[in-house]
């Protein structure tokens, strides 16, 4: 596991912007794996302006997203393949079927999950797969208790993570209780992961995660196990780390 602390967010948000940039022009037909959640919309942001401006090109490129809401349908505000769609998709030369996202209406989730999981090998697995993490431990929405090898299945949403989200939803009485997510065997499989994590309100879970016992407690700290792993932090993240910088 690589750390890599910058003094901003917007210095830790421009790392991971250009990473991900260069695999693109290394390699048109990657296979991207997406995250969403607040910190991942400025690396959005930055990746639609160098498509307007330096023309990055994603013509060739399949983006396979981590998660999806039970119950939300594509066109529901709060969907993360409307998040999706209005960060990125839409900014850029994606062609919207090489966008996958899990069906979170799908009239079988059980099937869901192994059609999901079906694509994404048919689509020879993912090159370089963008995490956040949430404060209950999550990637994706991996809830604590998470099997390591678990793959793309339904979950019931953890406390912290409805407190956490529920302002997006004015309220945790709206918030779905249930999601689909890539397992964290998924997750294991790619074969780049970036965790990106700003502020200090995540340090204590990043500390955790990346210091701590590699756990289905913190499902984010089976990260540890990966040979291609970066986590991407700025200062107030990286705050509990100590004085180390780097992990390898
Ligand atoms: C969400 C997503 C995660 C995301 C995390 C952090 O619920 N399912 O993939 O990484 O929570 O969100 P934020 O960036 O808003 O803190």
Known sequence: MEIVIQRSADAAIEFVTQIIAREIRGNPRCVLGLATGRTMEPVYARLAQLHGN??????????????????LAADNKHSYRHYMNQHLFDKVNIAFDNT?????????????????ERLLAQAGGID????????????????PLSALSSRTRVVELAP????????????AHNMPRQAITMGVGTILDCRRCILLATGYEKSEIIAEAVKGPITHMVPASA????SNCTVVLDDPAAALLGRISNYV
Not at 54 to 71: I, K, Q
Not at 223 to 226: D, E, G, I, K
């Open 223 to 226: 990260l540890q196990l990966h």
């Open 128 to 143: 370089l797969q963008l995490l956040g993490i949430g404060l209950s431990g999550h990637i994706g929405f991996n809830e």
């Open 160 to 171: 912290e993570t409805i407190e956490q989200n529920a302002q997006l939803f004015g309220g």
């Open 100 to 116: 996958h996202l899990p069906d979170g209406v799908a009239a079988n989730l059980a099937d869901e999950g192994k059609r999901y």
């Open 54 to 71: 330096d023309g990055l090109d994603f013509s060739a490129c399949r983006t396979f997203n981590l998660d999806e809401y039970v119950g």
